[in-house]
């Protein structure tokens, strides 16, 4: 099905006020034509790391391909560069909506004075943000997730894992976003064992800083914890998740990936078997329902939440040391239940 576009020409003078607007540099008509946007569909901007994060980014992009797939348009994805500004993300979503993609979604929270700026600017363009609830626009769907209840869950399962009473958690960067999953996790660990020790770190301060994107960072942290005796270490740091586990399975523990099913990556192979589970949050179905509903004509807005119950947050369970231990899967699947009837409030902070 072609998407529907939201514009209606009302008439020989309202197409001739188009054209003058064209012609003198205005933006938000260029956008909004049903002839530029008949062949190009889903565009994504990355995140810090980009592609090849093996965690959040190649999430967003298993949604474009997914639609892709489905929609058979045109779709497009950009890589961040480096010591970029909010003008420098701005342009660039800007260029995608003028080239005609519909819709265009930056993923992650650095994009939302970008997407605020663009959505101004391209009001018949539909944009999303991921991982932010701040922009607030008839044309922007804040992509959002509840993130500590996985992360709870992630704390049942380390705390029944964990022979030592301790373990870690690394996070990439020291922001609000991430302390959901410090939160979680926590809260999940003491409520499972109470004599558990949790040893929390962050990678930076600012993602500028590499927080999100330096596997050697994520590995000094984890190779710390583990000489305090850590044997389960979860990791929300992005691509810097990768050092982690590479520690992990160097000092035979365990890790617990996130965001995408860390088990299964490609990429991380070799280090599967120590991976016990990934605490997941589906971005790839996100950005693809918003591509979706855009198709359908009927565009997603304001703010679209996944969490347990909707099923877009959970644990993976593709390593069988995990999936069959019948005990560890008791025990989450009780937690489970108690957070999606409210009996356990998961903390985000």
């Not at 529907?4 to 006020?17: D, Q, Y």
């Not at 991982?131 to 996985?150: G, I, K, P, Q, Y």
């Not at 927080?211 to 942290?221: I, R, Y």
């Not at 990791?235 to 523990?253: P, W, Y």
């Amino acid at each position: 099905m072609r998407r529907i576009s939201r514009i209606t020409v009302a008439g020989a003078a309202t197409a001739s006020l188009a054209l003058a607007l064209s012609a003198c540099g205005g933006t938000s008509s260029e956008s909004g034509s049903s002839e530029s946007k008949g062949d190009k569909g889903l565009a994504i901007a990355y995140d810090v790391g980009g592609k090849g994060d093996q965690s959040f980014n190649d999430a967003a992009f298993a949604g474009l391909e997914q639609a892709k797939k489905e929609f058979g348009y045109e779709t497009q994805d950009v890589e961040p560069t480096e010591g970029e500004t909010d003008a420098d993300k701005q342009q660039r979503l800007e260029s995608l909506a003028k080239q005609g993609y519909n819709p265009v979604v930056g993923v992650g929270y650095a994009y939302a004075a970008a997407v605020k700026g663009a959505a101004e600017k391209f009001p018949d363009t539909t944009f999303g943000i991921v991982d932010d609830s701040t922009v607030e626009a008839e044309n922007v769907a804040d992509l959002v997730f509840s993130e500590e209840e996985a992360s709870y869950l992630a704390g049942v399962a380390a705390a029944k894992s964990t022979k030592t009473n301790t373990v870690g958690f690394v996070g990439g960067v020291d922001i609000p976003l991430i302390h959901k999953f410090q939160a979680g996790f926590e809260q999940g660990v003491k409520d499972t064992n109470p004599k558990a020790t949790v040893l929390s770190q962050y990678l930076t301060q600012t993602a500028e800083e590499g927080g999100f994107s330096s596997p050697d960072k994520g590995k000094t942290a984890a190779e710390g914890q583990i000489e305090k005796k850590a044997d389960v270490v979860y990791a929300a740091a992005g691509l810097s998740g990768q050092g982690v586990i590479e520690a992990a399975a160097a000092n035979q523990v365990w890790a617990i990936g996130v965001d995408s099913d860390q088990y299964s990556q490609e990429a991380l192979a070799k280090y599967k078997d120590s991976i016990l589970t990934s605490a997941m949050k589906d971005v790839a179905k996100a950005v693809y329902n918003l591509a979706k509903s855009v198709e359908n004509g009927k565009p997603e807005t304001g703010i679209v939440r996944g969490d347990l119950k909707s099923g877009e947050v959970s644990l993976a369970n593709s390593n069988p040391k995990f999936a069959d231990d019948a005990k560890l899967q008791e025990a989450i699947d009780t937690a489970k239940e108690k957070i999606i009837n409210g009996e356990i409030k998961v903390k985000s902070s």
